[in-house]
Nanobody, 123 residues
Framework: QVQLVESGGGLVQAGGSLRLSCAAS????????MGWFRQAPGKEREFVTA????????YYADSVKGRFTISRDNAKNTVYLQMNSLKPEDTAVYYC????????????????WGQGTQVTVSS
């Protein structure tokens, strides 16, 4: 079955950086668009960024543009989220997800989800 496993979360000071990874198995990874979403305490889960199956097209939420970068390595079945200039408001559980459709910002378009990894940014 499809499995997505996130890693790389942790505690970092404001202004610092983290790199999240999401390893996929049970699917032909290179055919799937991938996305990152996050959910802060007491808030709804929100879109962060997405990347097409080829890696050519990317989308970013306005709140992370210029600070976060999504990338993928189809040979390693892994998608990455490089997070720089982190802010306390970036604190959340970060989820990766995959869709067999085209790249999308809509959560409902994503069929498979990881278990999430906690990112905490201290001020």
């Amino acid at each position: 079955q499809v499995q997505l496993v996130e890693s790389g979360g942790g505690l970092v000071q404001a202004g610092g950086s983290l790199r999240l990874s999401c390893a996929a198995s049970g699917l032909t990874f290179s055919r799937y668009a991938m996305g990152w979403f996050r959910q802060a305490p007491g808030k709804e889960r929100e879109f962060v960024t997405a990347i097409s199956w080829s890696g050519i097209t990317t989308y970013y939420a306005d709140s992370v543009k210029g600070r976060f970068t999504i990338s993928r390595d189809n040979a390693k079945n892994t998608v990455y989220l490089q997070m720089n200039s982190l802010k306390p408001e970036d604190t959340a559980v970060y989820y990766c997800a995959t869709t067999a459709g085209t790249i999308s910002q809509q959560q409902t378009h994503y069929r498979y989800w990881g278990q999430g990894t906690q990112v905490t940014v201290s001020s």
